[in-house]
């Protein structure tokens, strides 16, 4: 085609193209109209009371062939004893994972997924729930194991273990993310640190959970009259009535009627908590005091205040302190309301670190703005439409209702509930709005959490003229088993020492060296593959001085320390010993068997013994190890110590062999580490060298 005729046919295109968009007039968005929701009838379950006691809700759906269930159980994390805080999670958890009296844990993960079916367990503040689903036609089957799992369920102890070693790892990194160090510590604050809605699981919680613990929880709150369970799906109302009599009929244990859940304290301490965390860039806020309750009058308006404080995008705290300023990278705010305790209100959000009070100062103004003046008739609208537009999705699936009236049922709410709250938000008023704010948003109660480096603030915190505390961020290490010390036993201690000692080559050989260095080829075992193989050399001078030299797949890192402080270098090059790697370092030279062996020459340490070959030697710098001995060869046989690691503190074994003789003295050329219960590495010595003339000045000589 010639290139004229080409030209002419596009512009006639484009031409035709040009008219049609001219003649297209698209409407404004604002100018669109939709018709309104038809009325809500949501289906209404069957209700029975099974012989035992046990209220069971029913309610069919044959669009698909599946079947699901969910027992209630009045329980909840706010039981949990002083002093071993997280029972109820684990128990929750051990529940499903520790298995059933006939099959284990694992033995149900197999049967399960080979059917495509589960069963889930779990409890959480005020329930706890157990849960099945599977295809129709392995109902019968999968109700088998949701019924022994319930009445029946064995608390394994290798499945609790577990569990308490995700636990420690949890509480070992509860301070890596600043944002959850600011929900966590605002909900701690205005709940109270002295009761079971603020207080922190610890280490020594966990330690002191055991199995029997676990059992007693279940035993007093899993029975049949405690319990609410709701069936849904496809299945014959009739049919599935007599299928649970006769397979959950039969249990007819029973307890006393459950305690109310404790109650909130009225009120917290109003002020500003700084905790201080330098590797962050930005500052992590969470302001607000307690909230209410679901059944309060005020709630439905009290939600419309919030959504137009900070609900969305077009809330003016969005507005004014990210939009207008760019001070924060977000920002929000809300109402929080509990079926049975006060919930919080809440404003949150994370902002430049330099702006850190003017974004405080500027939610307290916004907050005295909507506690003094009507919304505008736009704001009201806009926030009672997005309220009301969501509250479709409550009935968007039939299990959603049945869940909800199972949930009603549980804290006392009537059935129509979710009805009364539409109509009281439809009937909100800007006078409503600020009647609500004015009584219920309280800036004088206000505690206001910050997460970040106090240096990088551009305005202090004392600009706001409140008082200041410091959060305290220290995570409590757990306390380590000791056994009772008396002047017997400390004399038996050093006997069985100087035998020890006597073993090694004498006390005098052993005090004459003073350095030290071995080099050893590590096996350290890895998950699902083969062991990770390490080249190490160590070098100790006795007066209290560690080289580390390793030769890892990746590269090479070596580590210095005299105790006090010292140098890591890697890939990274070359840093200060981070707090946690001193810690390690400090170990390493304490637990040095040549060094441990004469602890009954160092007045900073106490040798006790503990019964069984066991030595119990400590120093006053809060180093603790048990060591093993042949109470009649006097050999050294196993180390025990705890120590920080990944997954939390945990209990080390270090277990002694191929003993031989270097420079008078005799050393173990082999040991095994087994960590929290699990073989970790392999040590085999390749060679000691003792008395080489090694120096402080040439061990801290930087690479």
């Known amino acids: 085609m010639k290139p004229l005729l080409i030209g002419v046919l596009l512009a006639g295109v484009l031409g035709a193209q040009t008219e049609v968009r001219h003649a297209i007039v698209l409407p404004s968005y604002k100018?669109?109209?939709?018709?309104?929701?038809?009325?809500?009838?949501?289906?209404?379950?069957?209700?029975?009371?099974?012989?035992?006691?046990?209220?069971?809700?029913?309610?069919?759906?044959?669009?698909?062939?599946?079947v699901s269930g969910t027992a209630l159980i009045r329980t909840g994390n706010l039981f949990d004893p002083k002093g071993k805080i997280g029972l109820a999670g684990l128990t929750g958890d051990v529940l499903r994972a520790g298995g059933t009296t006939s099959k284990t844990g694992d033995q149900l993960d197999v049967e399960l997924e080979n059917i495509a079916a589960s069963v889930e367990s779990q409890i959480g503040e005020s329930s706890g729930t157990l849960r099945f689903s599977c295809l129709k036609e392995n109902t019968a089957q999968v109700l088998r194991v949701f019924k022994d799992l319930l009445t029946a369920p064995e608390f394994r102890e290798d499945k609790l273990d577990l569990a308490k070693t995700q636990l420690r790892s949890e509480i070992s990194r509860r301070n890596d993310d600043a944002h959850g160090i600011a929900e966590r510590e605002f909900s701690d604050i205005l709940y109270g640190r002295d009761n079971s809605y603020g207080w922190q699981m610890e280490y020594s919680d966990v330690d002191n959970i055991q199995r029997q613990d676990l059992l007693n929880f279940y035993r007093r709150y899993y029975f049949p009259a405690n319990i609410q369970l709701e069936i849904y799906g496809d299945f014959s109302t009739a049919e599935m009535k007599a299928t649970l009599e006769q397979l959950l009929g039969e249990w007819k244990y029973s307890q006393a009627p459950v305690p109310p859940f404790p109650k909130v304290p009225e009120k917290a301490e109003p002020g500003i908590f700084l905790a201080t965390k330098t590797d962050v860039t930005q500052t992590f806020l969470d302001v607000g005091h307690l909230g209410g309750v679901l059944r309060d009058k005020d709630y439905p308006a009290l939600e419309v205040a919030a959504e137009i404080l900070g609900g969305s995008f077009s809330s003016r705290l969005f507005r004014n302190v990210r939009t207008e300023h760019g001070w924060a990278y977000s920002i929000g705010a809300s109402w929080g309301a509990q079926y049975d305790h006060p919930g919080l209100f809440h404003?949150?959000?994370?902002?430049?670190?330099?702006?850190?009070?003017?974004?405080?100062?500027?939610?307290?103004?916004?907050?005295?703005?909507?506690?003094?003046?009507e919304v505008t008739d736009q704001e009201l609208q806009t926030a009672k439409d997005t309220v009301l537009n969501g509250f479709v999705f409550n009935f968007d699936r039939p299990s959603k209702t049945l869940n909800r009236l199972i949930v009603y049922e549980y804290y006392g709410y009537p059935r129509d509930f979710i009805f009364q709250y539409q109509k009281a938000v439809a009937a909100v008023t800007k006078a409503d709005v600020l009647r609500v704010a004015k009584q219920y948003f309280r800036p004088q109660d206000l505690s206001y959490i910050a997460v970040g480096n106090p240096k990088d603030f551009g305005t202090p915190l004392s600009a706001l003229d409140l008082k200041i505390s410091d959060i305290d961020l220290s995570i409590p290490e757990p306390k380590q088993e000791t056994s009772q010390t008396d002047p017997a036993s400390l004399e038996k201690g050093k006997d069985l020492l100087r035998r020890a000692q006597q073993s090694?080559?004498?006390?005098?050989?052993?005090?004459?060296?003073k350095d030290l260095q071995y080099q050893a080829d590590v096996d350290v075992q890895t998950p699902g593959g083969p062991p990770m193989k390490v080249k190490q050399t160590n070098s100790f001078l006795m007066s209290g001085v560690l080289r580390q030299e390793s030769e890892l797949p990746f590269g090479k890192q070596s580590l210095y320390s005299d105790g006090k402080s010292g140098w890591l270098a890697g890939m990274q090059g070359v840093q200060n010993l981070p707090a946690a790697v001193l810690k390690q370092a400090r170990g390493e030279m304490f637990r040095q068997i040549l060094a441990l062996s004469l602890s009954d020459r160092d007045p900073d340490r106490a040798v006790n013994y503990a019964g069984d070959g066991v030595l119990e030697i400590s120093s006053k710098d809060g180093e603790s190890v048990r060591l093993q001995v042949d109470e009649k060869t006097g050999v050294p046989l196993k180390l025990t110590y705890q120590e920080a690691g990944p997954q939390g503190p945990a209990s080390i074994d270090l277990t002694y062999s191929d003993w031989r003789e270097v420079a008078g003295v005799r050393l173990p050329f082999e040991w095994t580490v087994v960590q929290g219960g699990q073989k970790f590495a392999v040590v085999k010595i390749q060679d000691y060298k003792i008395n080489s003339g090694l120096t402080q000045e040439a061990l801290s000589k930087k690479p």
């Open 347 to 373: 404003i949150s959000g994370s902002t430049q670190s330099a702006h850190t009070v003017d974004t405080l100062k500027a939610v307290r103004d916004e907050l005295d703005r909507i506690r003094t003046s």
């Open 504 to 513: 090694l080559g004498g006390s005098e050989k052993l005090a004459a060296v």
């Open 31 to 66: 100018d669109l109209k939709y018709a309104p929701l038809p009325p809500i009838n949501p289906p209404v379950p069957a209700e029975v009371t099974l012989s035992n006691g046990m209220k069971v809700f029913m309610l069919e759906d044959h669009e698909l062939p599946l």
